[in-house]
Every structure is written in structure tokens, then in C-alpha cells.
């Protein structure tokens, strides 16, 4: 009988790996679809998610540790630090939308930067930003 429930149990871990593979969490997906790269699941250091208001609102922050040649990558097509200060300002009064606290993700020290606007409403705050301190990324996405 331990045999069987050992077997039902590793058939249950190899679908769930397959699902993960072919559906990504949205953590993996999300750096995928806004950063251009591709991350796994265990690359993921912090996740955390409060989306799912009016119209899928909230926020998002994502910490993961990037390969080798992710790190050349940003190094060569992101912003330098200091962050643009129009950006910076838009970023750092909108923390704390739903409660997350951005600044104590986001080191005050020198790195690459990241931004994108997803939204082509002026109404509306649909952006994400990323910056690297050399180890680690931390993403951030805001859906208002």
C-alpha cells in the first residue's frame, strides 16, 4: 500500500512540474513578457502580488537573481543610476498603492534601471520598473 501512494504521488510531482512548465507562474511570466528574459521558477528570491482588485489593479514585486548573461545583458541596454527624475518621483509616490513598500527593496546605490509604460491611458498608472545593484533584479508593477 506505501508503494502505491508513493507511485501516485510521484506521477502527481512529474504533472505538476509539466503544468509549470508549460503555464509559468506569474512571477516568471511577468519578467518574461516586461523584462524580455527568461527566468526559472527557482531564480525567484521574493514574490509578491496583490493584484486582483477592480480590473486586475495592484501590485507587484518580484526579486530574482539573473544568470551571467542576463547581468551582460542589462549592463548593456539598461539606464545607468542615477533614475531619471520624473520617473523616480512617479515611482516612489505611487509605492504603497495596496501597502508594499518599494524603497526597501530598491537600494540607494549604483545600478542599472528599467522602466516601462504599459499604459496608453493618461488616467490611468500601468507601469513596470526594474533595477539591478550588480546581484540582484528587483521588479516592480503597478495596475491602477
Given at each position: 500500500m506505501k508503494i502505491i501512494f508513493q507511485i501516485i504521488a510521484l506521477i502527481l510531482s512529474?504533472?505538476?512540474?509539466?503544468?509549470?512548465?508549460?503555464?509559468?507562474?506569474?512571477?516568471?511570466s511577468d519578467i518574461r513578457q516586461n523584462l524580455d528574459m527568461k527566468?526559472?521558477?527557482?531564480?525567484?528570491?521574493?514574490?509578491?502580488?496583490?493584484?486582483?482588485?477592480?480590473?486586475?489593479?495592484?501590485?507587484?514585486?518580484?526579486?530574482?537573481t539573473p544568470t551571467d548573461f542576463q547581468k551582460?545583458?542589462?549592463?548593456?541596454?539598461?539606464?545607468?543610476?542615477?533614475?531619471?527624475?520624473?520617473?523616480?518621483?512617479?515611482?516612489f509616490s505611487k509605492t504603497e498603492y495596496n501597502g508594499l513598500e518599494l524603497t526597501k527593496y530598491i537600494p540607494n546605490t549604483k545600478g542599472y534601471w528599467f522602466y516601462k509604460n504599459r499604459s496608453d491611458f493618461t488616467y490611468s498608472y500601468n507601469f513596470s520598473f526594474a533595477f539591478f545593484d550588480g546581484e540582484k533584479v528587483c521588479y516592480y508593477e503597478l495596475d491602477t
Open positions: 512529474f504533472f505538476a512540474a509539466v503544468f509549470n512548465f508549460l503555464f509559468p507562474p506569474t512571477a516568471v527566468i526559472r521558477p527557482s531564480a525567484v528570491v521574493y514574490f509578491e502580488d496583490t493584484h486582483g482588485g477592480f480590473h486586475g489593479d495592484g501590485e507587484e514585486i518580484i526579486i530574482f551582460e545583458k542589462i549592463k548593456a541596454e539598461w539606464n545607468k543610476t542615477p533614475v531619471e527624475s520624473g520617473i523616480y518621483s512617479l515611482i
